[in-house]
């Protein structure tokens, strides 16, 4: 299986990405088309190799599309042999197509609202007598504006015109073809009856004409369409902010000396020099020196994070003060920068199951719309005939097939899903939330079950010495920390080092030891000068012991500090909670959701943690190769479950859960096993993730919302549904107004998602 991403060109409404998706599929070698309005980029996938873009363009070309391989066009640098991306130049397409369409709406909105307001004295001094009639002769008039009207619908309408063409050509119809009928048809009429009158007296017809509905339709059709562009443009600029973060230049150590050189050319196990104010070009790891760093564009954190020798360092981060050097890790596509890019470009154009609906509705809209103006038409001249006489019955006919055409907007539907994922997706990256596709999006704003991993999630995962209980008077805490430290500094054991590590935090000395042995399933012993001594498990004996029998309930790892045979006392562990888990334990129940704890650890160990952040319920003693299990039957109980952990050893329970959160620092494995992986593995971030993805999910269900509604009321409006009762009958011309409108307040609707506070 093979896969294709392009953008393309010539893609308006929802009912073009309909047609590149209905006409792509039946295409022998693809399997499966996703067509993205709101991106403008099509996704092919192929069973074999991929179709050459000249093939395809084959294909869409006859319907006036036209798909462009989705890579930036290479170009030399100024070194001999190196290429660099130049990702600028996509935005730039985008940016001249918008001026091009702003120089056409200059020019013909201008012609439109002056003849807009013309019209509307017009309709005013015909219904109130104080109004005087318009200074200008009605024949006068219509010459006028049948100029202006044949500049607009052959010259500025050229789009709408070749939107005829195409439905008459291959049976494609789209925004462009509604709008191209009904204005043309308004415009022929009119013309029709100016020149030559005799057809006019001959029916009887009115001598009003509809050269100021074609003008002022496709000057507000224009607009809506430009101020909908410049919309969508907005919507992406999470991705702009992200490739903005990328340094341009890097300072290495080549042969003794500095050099400074593009970032591309930075090489894995290059020596990268930073300086106060720079900006991190690459990934590594921290050689030499100590700084503070600013991730917050990356991780979403607004507090600087100190970095010394050891720490790594991320691409894309801004050094606020002191120098130091780094080895380059991950440098080009491989950097976690480079990675996020990747991941946000492909979650904003994945498609929400919501969508489905939408996109079942714009792929036979358009030919629904056809069929319910041409009706319209028919029964005005059928049955208005009879009521109102033929002349009168036409120009309502005409008026209303003319609005029916204007006013339905697939475009609405088409950008509601995708506007709202755009930005919702964008949004969360700003954060420190990375959302694979819009389908976890979506699922997260369902769950009713929060499910926890305690080690790394709840946990920091790094235990340290909590408990130091000397039971010989003569021994002090500080001495048996220092006699522990000593024999376990041999030992590789990760409690091991957390007993060494609280004797250096308090700057004991550890002194020689002799004979160290690794006792299996039992401790380390070792001889300090002529003292033998031990640190172990406790023996069946001693777990009767009051101090022990209570650091054990806490859930703490218990070891004797042995001395020459003899107990001296007890060195207790624990992992240490996450500061903010209280914190965001308590956010989700706000949120209402019920909180799991799922732990491999035993039960005593789980309850304590869970009483000290709140968890609701415990699950505890699992094996790792259990944990989906427990997350199915939670699922069979009717529950919608996230899982949170680490994305490693908890892959399987993630992949089962309806959506599984990965708290990570940026590892391939854990941004690949989760559908939302969260930076710097705060678990605030799952609250806000929650917020975030039923904000986004309410915008696109009032999107969809007014969408519909829209349709259902506007197209029996233009059709005059309210002429028999009041008799009033919605002008063309409003009809083209609030079509404008439509897509731009849906595209505006999604665009609020970016002040949403999480």
Known sequence: MNTGTYTVKGMHCASCAAIITKKLSKVEGITQVEVNLATERAKVEFANDVLAIDALNDIVGKYGYALATDQPKEIESTLPGVIIADTSRLKEEKERELQEQLARVQFALPLALLVFLLMMWDIGARVFSSIPNLPIPMELFNIISMAIATYMVFSIGAPFLHGITMFIRSGAASMDTLIGIGTVTAYLYSAIITLIPSIRELLQIPDYTYFDVTIVVIGFVLLGKYLEARSKMKTGEAIEKLIGLQAKSALVLRMGKELEIPVQQVKKGDVVIIKPGAKIPVDGIINEGYSTLDESMVTGESVPVDKKSGDPVVGGTINKQGSFTFTASHVGADTLLARIIRMVEDAQGSKAPIQNIADKIAGVFVPVVLVLAALTFIIWLTVGSSLLGFSVALSYGIMGMVGILVIACPCALGLATPTAIIVGIGKGAEYGILIRNAESLEKLSSIDTVVFDKTGTITTGNPQVSDIISTDKERSITSLLQMAATIENRSEHPLAQAIVEAAKKQQLTLGEITDFRALEGIGVSARIGNTAVTVRKPLESEKTMPELKKLQEEGKTVAV??????????????????????????????????????????????????????????????????????????????????????????????????????????????????????????????????????????????????????????????????FPLWGIFLNPVFSGLAMAGSSVSVVSNSLRLKGKKL
């Open 561 to 722: 500090i042995e001395e020459n045979g003899t107990a001296k006392g007890l060195i207790a562990l624990s992992d240490t909670v996450k500061e903010e888990a209280r914190e965001a334990v308590a956010a989700l129940h706000r949120k209402g959701l019920k909180v799991i704890m799922l732990t491999g650890d035993n039960l005593l160990a789980a309850n304590y943690m869970a009483r000290q952040v709140g968890i609701d319920e415990v699950i505890a003693e699992v094996l790792p190769q259990e944990k989906a299990k427990k997350i199915m039957e939670l699922q069979a109980e009717g529950r919608k479950v996230v899982m949170t952990g680490d994305g490693i050893n908890d892959a399987p329970a993630l992949a089962q859960a309806d959506v599984g959160i990965a708290m990570a620092t940026g590892t391939d494995v854990a941004i690949e096993s989760a559908g939302i992986t969260l930076l710097k593995g705060d678990i605030n971030k799952v609250a806000q993730a929650i917020t975030l993805s039923r904000a986004t999910m309410g915008v696109i269900r009032q999107n969809l919302f007014w969408a519909f509604i829209y349709n259902i009321v506007g197209i029996p409006l233009a059709a005059g549904a309210l």
